[in-house]
Nanobody, 122 residues
């Protein structure tokens, strides 16, 4: 069982930056691929970024490529997402997830956090 707790969300203006963190409870954190998803009001939850167990492979949605960076610290059981050049369309609840492989779909992940709100004003 893995418990995930996101933090770092908030209200920012377009063009600003935020760094999201996701702390995991599992001692075996390094055995899991990690992903970030987001869900805007009235929309489906969508893939944002993922990172492999060792951090050597990263995958991004086209909408965030070049602006967001996912990273992980296996010594501290934490995954991060640095978000730069934020846009109003990035407004959503952001969720981190843990799974067996670096997938881009929800079914690739078995454990989910409760989410953190990111709001970008224009």
């Amino acid at each position: 069982q893995v418990q995930l707790v996101e933090s770092g969300g908030g209200l920012v203006q377009a063009g600003d930056s935020l760094r999201l963190s996701c702390a995991a409870s599992a001692r075996t954190f390094s055995r899991y691929a990690m992903g970030w998803f987001r869900q805007a009001p009235g929309k489906e939850r969508e893939f944002v970024a993922a990172i492999s167990r060792g951090g050597g492979v990263t995958v991004y949605a086209d909408s965030v490529k070049g602006r967001f960076t996912i990273s992980r610290d296996n010594a501290n059981n934490t995954v991060y997402m640095q978000m730069n050049s934020l846009k109003p369309e990035d407004t959503a609840v952001y969720y981190c997830a843990a799974g067996d492989y670096t997938g881009q779909t929800r079914r690739a992940y078995d454990y989910w956090g409760q989410g953190t709100q990111v709001t970008v004003s224009s």
